[in-house]
């Protein structure tokens, strides 16, 4: 059963350093993800499906997680909508390879 009204908690700097999405990471399957990650907020169905979390997408390629985008970068501000609490400080400042080292 999808966990309803769960609020996770992101750290942009700990996904850039692993790639891990709380405890979602590329590969795991959309039964897995929908029985242990909040429901998303919007499902788009085009050649892949992509879940949406406000501004944060999770795109799906033969029912496995195969990208987390989002082109709000560029705002410096993210929102993962009602479930996800997206922490991007690490956008804040000026973004290069020596301030995010």
């Not at 029985?35 to 919007?42: A, L, S, V």
Request: hydrophobic share 40%; aromatic share 12%.
């Amino acid at each position: 059963m999808p966990l309803n009204n769960l609020i996770i908690h992101i750290d942009m700097l700990a996904f850039c350093r692993t790639g891990k999405f709380d405890y979602l990471t590329l590969g795991q399957t959309q039964e897995w993800i929908i029985h242990n990650f909040p429901p998303p907020e919007c499902v788009s169905f085009h050649q892949n499906d992509i879940w949406q979390y406000g501004d944060i997408e999770l795109h799906f390629n033969h029912h496995c997680l195969s990208m987390i985008f989002s082109d709000h970068f560029a705002h410096r501000t993210l929102s993962g909508g009602k479930n996800l609490h997206i922490e991007p400080w690490i956008f804040m400042g000026k973004m290069t390879l020596l301030n995010t080292i």
